[in-house]
């Protein structure tokens, strides 16, 4: 069974920058993609970023301009940089795995069947 752990959020005020970590321990395998999702205060989930396992990458048009997704395979760690944050980029912040095909983007958390426990990210103005 793989497990997600989360960590690098925090406070940070509106233009600056943090990095999330997503490490995978446990059972790991090659055919595993890994994407984060956000959940700001009294909304649903919605989806942030995904690494496929073709490399490639997708984001939200809300952060595509400003967020990166990337990933270290010889950490099994998956890494979310956010740049210029916003006010409204306050949320929890989880990251999620699934098997999938090397190409195909998921973006419903109902897709997923492993979830980190979640990092909280608050922007002041």
């Known amino acids: 069974q793989v497990q997600l752990v989360e960590s690098g959020g925090g406070l940070v005020q509106a233009g600056g920058s943090l990095r999330l970590s997503c490490a995978a321990a446990?059972?790991?395998?090659?055919?595993?993609?890994i994407a984060w999702f956000r959940r700001a205060p009294g909304k649903e989930r919605e989806f942030v970023a995904i690494d496929t396992r073709s490399g490639s990458t997708y984001a939200a048009d809300s952060v595509k301009d400003r967020f990166t997704i990337s990933r270290d395979n010889a950490k099994n760690t998956v890494y979310l940089q956010m740049n210029n944050l916003r006010t409204d980029d306050t949320a929890v912040y989880y990251c999620?795995?699934?098997?999938?095909?090397?190409?195909?983007?998921?973006?419903?958390?109902?897709?997923?069947?492993?979830w980190g426990q979640g990092t909280q990210v608050t922007v002041s103005s």
């Open positions: 999620a795995g699934r098997n999938s095909p090397p190409t195909t983007i998921w973006t419903s958390p109902l897709e997923y069947d492993v």
């Open positions: 446990g059972r790991t395998t090659t055919n595993r993609i």
